[in-house]
């Protein structure tokens, strides 16, 4: 699907911003796919807005390192070392750890209905004989930040959000090609493991299951060779 298919046209007067936004949003669900190209004039037609905001948030995201200007200043989705990966991975481990930890401490009961609502979607959606890779990517970012957002430590959310910018495009081929995740029921089994010590309150068997979660998808993108570059 066309990236631009992605995109709603835009009408608020803070263009840039909401360009940003929406971008953003495709990067961390890993809407986009590593090495994809991001065109400034198909962009700003797919929102309905001038070159200008569109090239102000682009050069945002790229100086977050989400983006990066390739040959002929062409933008595009970064590509990313196994060393790069890896790195990022041990990183996400600790932070989303501490994060799903403190959650399990102070998660309402409305919370975690919400959260259990979102995996058993996950499950549905995971078991079907052929499931719908778009939707999985977007109900686990949801069940992901929905935990994380229930630890209440804003500055733990922005820098977990900081590293899905960049992991999330390649998190889009654990979930949309992993037919191996798939028939192994890794990513469920985690996930109803983080929902029952959620539900128990139980910090450290929630942080062993996210921690088990982001290793098991770690392993096999690895594993696929394909989708990570080596490094040089």
């Known amino acids: 699907m066309p990236i631009?298919?992605?995109?709603?046209?835009?009408?608020?007067?803070?263009?840039?911003?909401?360009?940003?936004?929406?971008?953003?949003?495709?990067?961390?669900?890993?809407?986009?796919?590593?090495?994809?190209?991001?065109?400034?004039r198909a962009t700003a037609e797919a929102f309905g807005v001038s070159v200008m905001p569109v090239r102000e948030a682009m050069q945002r995201l790229v100086a977050e390192q989400a983006l990066e200007v390739g040959p002929s200043r062409t933008i595009r989705v970064p590509s990313m070392t196994v060393s790069q990966f890896r790195e990022i991975t041990r990183i996400r481990i600790n932070l989303e750890g501490l994060a799903t930890e403190t959650a399990a401490q102070l998660i309402t009961e409305e919370a975690t209905r919400r959260i259990a609502k979102i995996d058993a979607d996950f499950t549905k959606e995971m078991t079907r004989n052929q499931p719908d890779g778009s939707r999985l990517i977007n109900l686990n970012k949801e069940l992901h930040f929905a935990v994380y957002q229930a630890a209440e430590m804003p500055m733990l959310l922005q820098l977990i959000e900081a590293l899905w910018l960049r992991i999330g495009p390649i998190l889009n081929y654990d979930l949309r090609v992993g037919v191996g995740r798939l028939n192994n029921r890794a990513a469920i089994d985690s996930h109803s493991l983080l929902v029952d010590a959620l539900g128990?309150?139980?910090?450290?068997?929630?942080?062993?299951?996210?921690?088990?979660?982001?290793?098991s998808a770690a392993a096999f993108i690895v594993s696929a060779g394909v989708l990570v570059t080596p490094d040089a």
């Open 4 to 40: 631009s298919d992605l995109m709603k046209p835009l009408r608020r007067q803070t263009l840039s911003t909401d360009v940003y936004q929406q971008l953003k949003d495709l990067l961390i669900s890993g809407r986009v796919m590593p090495g994809e190209p991001i065109s400034l």
């Open 200 to 215: 128990r309150r139980d910090g450290a068997a929630a942080k062993k299951a996210i921690k088990t979660d982001i290793e």
